[in-house]
Protein backbone atom coordinates (compact mmCIF):
# COMPACT_ATOMS: atom_id res chain seq x y z
CA UNK A 1 0.00 0.00 0.00
CA UNK A 2 1.57 3.55 -0.91
CA UNK A 3 0.18 6.84 1.05
CA UNK A 4 0.48 9.98 -1.26
CA UNK A 5 -0.23 13.36 0.81
CA UNK A 6 -0.30 16.71 -0.77
CA UNK A 7 0.35 19.82 0.27
CA UNK A 8 0.71 23.58 -1.27
CA UNK A 9 -2.98 24.78 -1.89
CA UNK A 10 -4.49 27.40 -0.80
CA UNK A 11 -6.11 31.11 -2.21
CA UNK A 12 -4.53 33.18 -5.12
CA UNK A 13 -5.93 36.20 -7.12
CA UNK A 14 -6.14 35.69 -10.66
CA UNK A 15 -2.70 35.27 -12.58
CA UNK A 16 -1.20 34.14 -9.55
CA UNK A 17 1.27 31.00 -8.69
CA UNK A 18 0.64 27.89 -6.53
CA UNK A 19 3.22 25.32 -6.14
CA UNK A 20 1.42 21.71 -5.09
CA UNK A 21 3.24 18.63 -4.03
CA UNK A 22 2.99 15.35 -3.19
CA UNK A 23 4.63 13.30 -1.22
CA UNK A 24 4.73 9.00 -1.59
CA UNK A 25 5.57 6.78 0.74
CA UNK A 26 6.39 4.15 -1.90
CA UNK A 27 7.54 4.29 -5.47
CA UNK A 28 5.03 4.32 -8.19
CA UNK A 29 5.36 3.98 -12.20
CA UNK A 30 3.68 6.98 -12.79
CA UNK A 31 2.38 10.10 -11.03
CA UNK A 32 -0.35 12.63 -11.80
CA UNK A 33 -2.56 15.38 -10.85
CA UNK A 34 -6.04 15.53 -11.11
CA UNK A 35 -8.64 18.18 -9.67
CA UNK A 36 -12.48 18.58 -9.25
CA UNK A 37 -14.11 21.83 -9.40
CA UNK A 38 -17.28 22.08 -8.35
CA UNK A 39 -20.43 20.59 -9.99
CA UNK A 40 -18.30 18.78 -12.21
CA UNK A 41 -16.09 15.40 -13.11
CA UNK A 42 -12.75 14.90 -11.93
CA UNK A 43 -10.19 15.45 -15.27
CA UNK A 44 -6.49 14.51 -15.66
CA UNK A 45 -4.64 17.65 -15.48
CA UNK A 46 -0.97 16.47 -15.48
CA UNK A 47 1.11 12.97 -15.90
CA UNK A 48 4.56 12.11 -15.44
CA UNK A 49 5.66 8.93 -15.69
CA UNK A 50 8.98 7.35 -13.72
CA UNK A 51 10.94 7.53 -16.68
CA UNK A 52 9.81 11.29 -17.39
CA UNK A 53 7.43 11.72 -20.21
CA UNK A 54 4.99 14.21 -19.43
CA UNK A 55 1.80 14.69 -20.56
CA UNK A 56 -1.01 18.02 -19.77
CA UNK A 57 -4.52 19.01 -20.10
CA UNK A 58 -4.71 21.19 -23.14
CA UNK A 59 -6.41 23.99 -20.57
CA UNK A 60 -3.27 23.85 -18.34
CA UNK A 61 -0.27 23.16 -21.03
CA UNK A 62 1.77 26.34 -20.93
CA UNK A 63 1.01 27.48 -17.53
CA UNK A 64 1.74 24.27 -15.09
CA UNK A 65 4.90 22.42 -15.17
CA UNK A 66 5.15 18.93 -13.79
CA UNK A 67 8.01 17.52 -12.32
CA UNK A 68 9.38 14.80 -10.27
CA UNK A 69 12.69 13.38 -7.66
CA UNK A 70 12.77 9.59 -8.21
CA UNK A 71 14.69 9.35 -5.17
CA UNK A 72 12.88 11.50 -3.41
CA UNK A 73 9.53 9.90 -4.37
CA UNK A 74 7.83 13.24 -4.75
CA UNK A 75 5.85 15.06 -7.40
CA UNK A 76 5.28 19.13 -7.61
CA UNK A 77 3.22 20.84 -9.37
CA UNK A 78 4.41 24.39 -10.75
CA UNK A 79 0.40 26.51 -11.48
CA UNK A 80 1.35 29.64 -13.18
CA UNK A 81 -0.68 32.35 -14.52
CA UNK A 82 -3.64 30.77 -12.52
CA UNK A 83 -7.26 31.79 -13.99
CA UNK A 84 -10.65 31.16 -11.87
CA UNK A 85 -11.46 28.11 -13.51
CA UNK A 86 -8.53 26.43 -12.67
CA UNK A 87 -10.14 26.14 -8.54
CA UNK A 88 -11.04 23.25 -7.38
CA UNK A 89 -9.94 20.38 -5.37
CA UNK A 90 -6.34 18.90 -6.83
CA UNK A 91 -5.43 15.17 -6.05
CA UNK A 92 -2.25 13.40 -6.65
CA UNK A 93 -2.31 9.74 -8.13
CA UNK A 94 -0.38 7.34 -8.51
CA UNK A 95 0.21 3.76 -10.30
CA UNK A 96 2.74 1.13 -8.36
CA UNK A 97 2.83 -2.37 -9.06
CA UNK A 98 3.22 -4.45 -6.26
CA UNK A 99 3.92 -7.97 -6.50
CA UNK A 100 2.98 -8.40 -10.44
CA UNK A 101 -0.74 -6.21 -9.45
CA UNK A 102 -1.07 -2.80 -10.57
CA UNK A 103 -2.68 -0.76 -8.16
CA UNK A 104 -3.80 2.53 -8.30
CA UNK A 105 -3.38 5.57 -5.24
CA UNK A 106 -5.21 8.73 -4.73
CA UNK A 107 -4.61 11.45 -2.03
CA UNK A 108 -6.77 13.03 -0.08
CA UNK A 109 -6.48 16.76 -2.29
CA UNK A 110 -6.02 20.11 -1.53
CA UNK A 111 -7.93 22.35 -2.05
CA UNK A 112 -7.05 25.30 -5.03
CA UNK A 113 -8.95 28.18 -5.07
CA UNK A 114 -7.97 31.20 -7.54
CA UNK A 115 -10.55 34.62 -6.98
CA UNK A 116 -9.77 37.99 -6.45
Known amino acids: QVQLVESGGGLVQPGGSLRLSCSAS?????MDWYRQAPGKQRELVAM???????NYANSVNGRFTISRDNGKDTMHLQMNALKPEDTGIYYCHGWGLILGKLNDYWGQGTQVTVSS
Open 26 to 30: GSLLS
Open 48 to 54: ITRGGSI
